[in-house]
């Protein structure tokens, strides 16, 4: 029987990163459900041609897969580390298009969501993470 591996400290930081980020995911998928008819998000919606009650949703899912596998992940779950590597590496792509592609706040919130997705990534695949999620 292999001994699980103590939990390294950036995983119990990412646990805690992932809930708080779970939480803000799906407050902000609401808020901006609530608040889709403003003349601000219409108009940066539109520049954008996206639809906000799409990207409402899939923000809110997004939130509630991290909120959902936050505490699995802690406990060592190849799972939850899958999920949640997918949703980091989708963060990785979409930040990056956005940073390419629009210009001023849009450009930004894409740049800090390629970074927030990459730091995640590079948490889940340390050394120390991977003996982690092997043994446990």
């Known amino acids: 029987m292999v ?3 103590r939990r390294p400290g950036f995983i119990t930081l990412l646990t805690v990163l992932i809930v708080l980020g779970g939480f803000f995911d ?3 998928g609401i808020l901006l459900l609530i608040f889709q008819n ?3 998000v219409q108009a940066l919606t539109d520049d954008v041609g996206v639809n ?3 990207l409402a949703i899939i923000t809110i899912v ?3 897969i991290y909120l959902a596998f936050g505490r699995a992940l802690g406990n060592g779950s190849g799972f939850a580390r899958f999920l949640v590597a997918l949703i ?3 963060h990785v792509v ?3 298009l956005a940073a390419v592609q629009h210009t001023g706040d849009l450009r930004w919130s894409g740049i800090l969501s390629a970074v927030w997705g990459a730091l995640i990534l590079l948490i889940l695949f340390t050394p120390r993470a991977n003996a982690f ?3 446990n």
Request: aromatic residues 8%; glycine residues 12%; proline residues 4%.
């Open 26 to 28: 799906v407050v902000g």
């Open 94 to 96: 979409a930040g990056v």
């Open 52 to 54: 906000v009650t799409v």
């Open 3 to 5: 001994t699980p591996t």
């Open 62 to 64: 997004f939130g509630l």
């Open 133 to 135: 999620f092997r043994t």
């Open 88 to 90: 980091a590496l989708i």
């Open 38 to 40: 403003d003349d601000a």
